[in-house]
């Protein structure tokens, strides 16, 4: 008789079983394996994905019995639903994706899988059958967008049907099986209210932002890894009026803008041949010929950056990036590196100078410890002085300590300067109320 560590006796006659003991994912398999025999492909194509679903679910079923084993309604339910799940969806990570208090699912082979909730990094029951298996996986949610991962190409970046963000590297390069990281964009991405109620910003930094957006400064949300930078420039997209043209350029798509007239592009990488590569280079190139009224490139990290800069100095205010870095003069820092990355031997001041024409408004977002999320710096890029970027904080977030769980605590202060920006937000009819850049702490977070 089969036995299943938690299963109990079912009322009713007893039912005959093998005497040799099957584990729950042999018998998972087992029953997959016959679903996948007894299918009927060319029929199956012709039914609706809910009609299919509830089909193969009796099919399921009825295979179930057929097995004779032991099982209490709970664990059959549960079988008959990774049955489905492996059959339909994405087997073991159907039931991370579903749970929307995960912001990340980490997988380091078969065996270990965790996942970041609520700001914490754990580790979970769920495992795959092997290397095998994962990579199976892995193929299942590339395929969908035209992306491949094999021993010729070990490195994939890739994005999910709910906008998350996909990475996976492969042996030989993974020595301990596929490694796989999600991050994850849910169906619902994070609005306003939901910043405001986490206490990543204020309401007074979302005024000046608002008003900046709106009179179409250019801005660089920089940070590092984690720290919501997508997700920011997702919010701040928000204030983009709905009759602008947007072209957005992302390696791997997931920028979620809420605006009509949106052009979406993504870079392409080269097939097994090496060739037939698309950078974001290559297409924040050809966006200058589709009369776009703002940019929005995903993240900046290579010669793109000088393009970009160049669009923001020519006539496509409003633009926006992110980038990574700790501080908004690592930012700056970071650009000038990234222009040196296009091939053209500028100098120093003559790069500089393009960085404080271009950029007018640096946001630093930063996850501090305990997974909280801040808005640490918003700093405006006021000009050049001599060989310098001159750049001076209009908020910041000023860390006072951790408390007892382990989460930084602090507070978000005005530094009482006032932006040299504010004639261009006032010649918009812009205005804002007359304290906010008074010096004092604005909220304890």
């Known amino acids: 008789m089969a036995q299943f560590p938690t299963s109990r006796p079912l009322a009713g006659p007893s039912r005959v079983v093998d005497s040799k003991e099957v ?27 809910d009609v299919l679903r509830r ?11 057929s097995e004779n084993t032991m099982l209490n309604r709970s664990e059959r339910e549960r079988l008959i639903d990774e049955v489905l799940d492996e059959t339909f969806g994405l087997g073991p990570l159907e039931a991370l994706l579903k749970d929307p208090a995960i912001s990340d699912i980490l997988i380091n082979g078969p065996k270990n899988v965790y996942v970041e909730r609520r700001g914490k990094l754990e580790k979970t029951n769920v495992t795959f059958r092997d290397n095998e298996h994962l990579l199976q996986i892995i193929d299942r949610i590339i395929s969908k967008v035209g992306r491949r991962v094999d021993e010729t190409c070990p490195m994939v970046d890739a994005r999910m049907p709910d906008g998350s963000r996909f990475n996976a590297i492969i042996p030989p390069l993974a020595l301990d099986g596929p490694a796989v990281s999600i991050r994850r964009f849910g169906r619902n991405p994070l609005k306003l209210e939901d910043l405001l109620n986490l206490k990543a910003f204020t309401p007074e930094m979302v005024m000046l ?33 709905n009759n602008e043209r947007i072209v957005t350029i992302e390696d791997a798509a997931e920028l979620q803008l809420q605006q009509e007239h949106v052009v979406r592009l993504e870079t392409r990488p080269a097939n097994i041949e090496g060739k037939g590569a698309i950078t974001a280079t290559d ?56 222009i040196m990355m296009a091939g053209f031997e500028l100098p120093l001041k003559a790069m500089r100078t393009q960085i404080a024409s271009a950029v007018n408004l640096i946001i630093q977002a930063s996850r501090l410890q305990g997974g909280v999320r801040r808005i640490t710096h918003i700093t405006e890029v006021v000009g050049m002085e001599q060989d310098t970027v001159v750049m001076q904080d209009i908020f910041r977030y000023e860390q006072d300590g951790i408390d007892e769980s382990g989460r930084t605590y602090g507070r978000f202060a005005a530094t009482g300067i006032r932006p040299t920006f504010m004639p261009r937000l006032e010649a918009r009819g812009i205005r804002l109320p007359a304290n906010i850049f008074r010096q004092r702490v604005m909220l304890q977070a």
């Open 55 to 65: 089909e193969i679910r009796l099919v399921v079923e009825h295979l179930c019995d």
């Open 283 to 338: 297409l924040v190139r050809n966006t200058l010929r589709m009369r776009p009224e703002r940019i929005i490139i995903g993240e900046c990290r290579g010669p793109e950056t000088l393009d970009m800069l160049q669009a923001m100095n020519t006539g496509h205010e409003g633009s926006m990036t992110t980038l990574h870095a700790n501080t908004p003069r690592d930012a700056v820092a970071r650009m000038e590196t990234m």
């Open 209 to 241: 932002l608002e008003g900046a957006i709106k009179a179409r400064l250019n801005v660089v949300i920089s940070g590092g890894t984690g720290s919501g930078k997508t997700t920011l420039l997702n919010t701040l997209s928000s204030f983009i009026p």
């Open 23 to 49: 584990s729950f994912e042999e018998l998972k398999q087992r029953i997959h394996s016959k679903l996948v025999d007894k299918l009927d492909l060319s029929k199956v194509g012709q039914l609706a994905g």
